[in-house]
Each structure stands twice: as C-alpha cells, then as structure tokens.
C-alpha cells in the first residue's frame, strides 16, 4: 500500500518558538523515522506528509493515500486530535487509529469517565472545575488529585497536584486554569498500584498485549507519574511487566481496560491507565487512543519489547487492523 504519515514534530514547533511543555505531546524526529522505515520494511510505500495544514496542503495538491499513518497530535482546541481524522474522512481516506469521535472524547477526561462510568467500567469519584470557585462543589473527601481535563503526557501533573487539604483546592484549581486554559479535573487520591495496560485491535478483534506496573523509584517525584517522571523514565521509574494469571489485581485491570476500549470504540492500538485504590481495586483513569510509539521510549512499544512483540510486528498488527477499513466504505 502506499501510506501517508502524518504527524506533529516537536523540533519543528520548538524552532516555531514554541515551548517545551506546548510540545510535549508531539513527536521526536527518530519516531517518524522509525515509523517510516518499519512500514517500508513491511513492503509499503511511505510519504511524510506532516501536520494538518501540510495535510490539507497535500489534498487540495491532489495527493491521495490509500492509508494513513497517524499520530498528529494538533496544537489548538479541545477536539485537535480529531482534526486530521475529521480532513481525512471527508476525503474518504482511511487512517490508523481512531475516529473523530473517539477522539475528542478521550481527550476530555470528564466526559470520557461520564461515558464508562454509565457504561459500568469502575472509575473513581470526580468533578470538573470551570472555575476556583468550582472547587466548594466538590463533594468527596480529600485527599485529591487535580489535572488539566484535556492534556496529556502528563503535563500539568506534579507534586503539587495531589492536594491534601480541602481549603488548599481551589488555590491549586486557579494556578491550573491559569496556565492551561482549561477546565480543571479534580478526583479523589488513589493511593494504590498504577497500571498501563496495551491494547492492539478494534472492537471484539482486540487483545490485550500486556501489562506494565508503574513503579517510582527513590529518586523521582513521589505519589504521581508526573511530567518530570515520565520524561525522564529512564532514571525514575521502574517498569515491571505483571501478568493476570499470577495477580488478580492485574486480571482485573485488564478486565476493566478491554471494557472500556470496547465502551469507548477505540480501534487498532493504544492504551488505557489503571490505578488503584488504597484498597487496590482498580479504577479506570484515562484511555489514550493515539498512545506514543516510539521504538524505546514509550510505553506501548516497551510493553510489546517485554512480552516478545517486535515493533515491526506492532506496526503490523495496527496496520493489519486499520487495513479492514480500506476500501469498506467505513469512515475512517
């Protein structure tokens, strides 16, 4: 097949003048490469078509793929992951991933425990601050646990977002909505074991691959897989492969992710967070559909290392999996 990459690169938007937390979702430079140079070795003929704006560029040009590879992130809005899928389904292109739909939702980690908690995927307590004057409507106890309600990559995740007293929370609230612009997502501490669990297929095709405890070590920012901690993983976390046959705390967090993949109708590969309570029952946290793939440095191909799934068979299964969608007539 002839596949298109499309993809936001970071070194290009810090050259732009951008910052480095306005960057940190977007992708390093050995990413698209990797990426490219897997899908070639699997017999495809790959062009890098870049962010939405060179995307649309490209159309309008004439140019057409019969797939596309994407992980743009987009820069702007609560529905930005959904802009290069949204262009793509009016051009009827299909693309790895998942829909417009799916993704605006998931961004919005409010919405998205809305939706699997009706759907009955255990997730903790929460309430969405608009406001700091929002925080006296919070009913559950403290302690808490305060995020930006669209972010990722752990941006906006520290220390400081685990607040242990009430009168402390709408002052964390203020400084959030300050710097993100954004409703704030306020839930109670899960003190508990922390799980990332990776997920590749759609619908009733999808399989768990396996799962990662998140174990900080001494030397790294304590009680959160915070922003400093995930960029520098290397040095401050420990990622221990754990299996549901022998930890029933796993076997359940597996149960709950593939529930709320299939609730959510995320397709092809991603991953979904799980932590626990301080009675280690597990809680859906957050889904991510377009989870980082870096051949080493992120969490879903490093689950695939441990268990024995080369990246070019990661690569595989995605495209094997959005490849259904080519030539179906399904959107996307």
């Known amino acids: 097949m002839k596949i298109g990459i499309t993809f936001d690169l970071r070194s290009a938007y810090l050259a732009m003048g951008f910052s480095e937390d306005e960057t940190a979702e977007f992708d390093r430079d050995d990413t698209i490469q990797a990426i490219e140079n ?18 649309a560029a490209a ?32 051009y009827r292109i299909p693309y790895t991933f998942s829909d417009p739909l799916v993704m605006s939702l998931t961004l919005d980690k409010g919405m998205t425990k809305r939706v699997v908690r009706d759907a009955g995927v255990p997730t903790s307590d929460f309430f969405v601050a608009a406001t700091a004057d929002d925080a006296v409507k919070v009913r559950f106890a403290p302690p808490f646990f305060v995020k930006p309600v669209a972010e990722g990559t752990g941006k906006g995740i520290t220390p400081a977002s685990i607040v242990r007293e009430r009168d402390s929370l709408a002052a964390r609230v203020a400084d959030l909505l300050q710097i993100y612009k954004q409703p704030v997502l306020v839930e109670p501490y899960l003190s508990g074991r922390e799980f990332t669990v990776a997920i590749v297929g759609t619908g009733e095709a ?24 995930k960029e520098k993983c290397e040095e401050l976390v420990e990622y221990r ?16 992710a593939m529930d709320a993949w299939r609730v959510l109708g995320c ?66």
């Open 267 to 332: 397709r092809d590969a991603g991953r979904i967070d799980i932590r626990c309570d301080s009675g280690n029952r597990p809680q859906f946290m957050e889904v991510n559909p377009l989870a980082g793939i870096h051949p080493e440095h992120s969490d879903l191909p490093i689950i695939c290392n441990k268990v024995g799934l080369s990246y070019r068979d990661l690569l595989k299964a995605i495209v094997d999996s959005a490849s259904v969608r080519v030539g179906s007539g399904v959107a996307g």
């Open 38 to 55: 897997t899908l070639r070795e699997l017999g495809h003929e790959t062009e890098r078509v870049g962010h939405i704006k060179e995307l």
């Open 206 to 229: 999808a399989r768990t691959i396996g799962s990662m405890e998140v174990i900080l070590l001494s030397n790294a920012e304590q009680g959160v897989y915070s922003y400093v901690n």
């Open 241 to 256: 492969l754990v299996g549901p046959s022998d930890d029933p705390v796993v076997a359940e967090s597996e149960r709950i």
């Open 59 to 90: 159309l309008v040009a004439g140019k057409r793929w019969d797939l596309v590879f994407n992980i743009a992130e987009g820069m702007y809005g609560i529905g930005r992951e959904a802009q290069v899928p949204a262009l793509l389904d009016a």
